[in-house]
């Protein structure tokens, strides 16, 4: 079974945090050693893992006092599903089933593979659940 990192764990957390806190403060900056002790998490883990999402359009940062990261979408608009490509890769069990990072398997042939079927089913209801969960959808 496939478990997602430390790293796309961390992220969902930080995210969900600020979520919650810019609603509650309007969109106010939210500093990251505010996020790193709520949510528990080293701070220099989560500094690489804000740049990320940063860098990725999830996230803005403002610099100085006032400064902190404000979501750049409402947390309705914010899936699951990219937050883990993001962070993790692909979602798939098996890179012969993924499908925005496929790759063959080398030992086998597609055609005849016994177990590809399972699991581009487990892919395709995996993908459904996470592409259809936001942030805020966590956040009630």
Do not use: W
């Not at 080293?42 to 804000?50: N, T, V, Y």
């Not at 993001?86 to 798939?92: E, L, N, S, T």
């Not at 089933?97 to 063959?104: A, D, E, G, W």
């Not at 086998?108 to 995996?126: A, P, Q, S, V, Y």
Request: glycine share 4%; with cysteine; charged share 30%.
């Amino acid at each position: 079974m496939k478990v997602i990192s430390k790293k796309c764990k961390y992220a969902l957390k930080a995210l969900l945090y600020i979520a919650k806190q810019s609603e509650k403060e309007r969109g106010k900056p939210i500093m990251t050693s505010e996020i790193a002790l709520n949510q528990k998490i080293p701070r220099k883990f989560l500094e690489g893992i804000l740049r990320d999402l940063r860098n990725n359009r999830i996230l803005h940062s403002k610099r100085g006092k006032q400064g902190g990261f404000i979501l750049l979408r409402d947390p309705k608009e914010v899936y699951i599903v990219e937050i883990m490509r993001i962070m993790d890769g692909p979602i798939a069990m098996l890179p012969c089933v993924s499908l925005n990072y496929y790759k063959s398997c080398d030992e086998c042939n597609e055609d005849k593979c016994e177990i590809k079927d399972m699991f581009e089913l487990i892919r395709d209801k995996t993908l459904a659940i996470l592409s259809n969960t936001s942030l805020q959808t966590l956040n009630t």
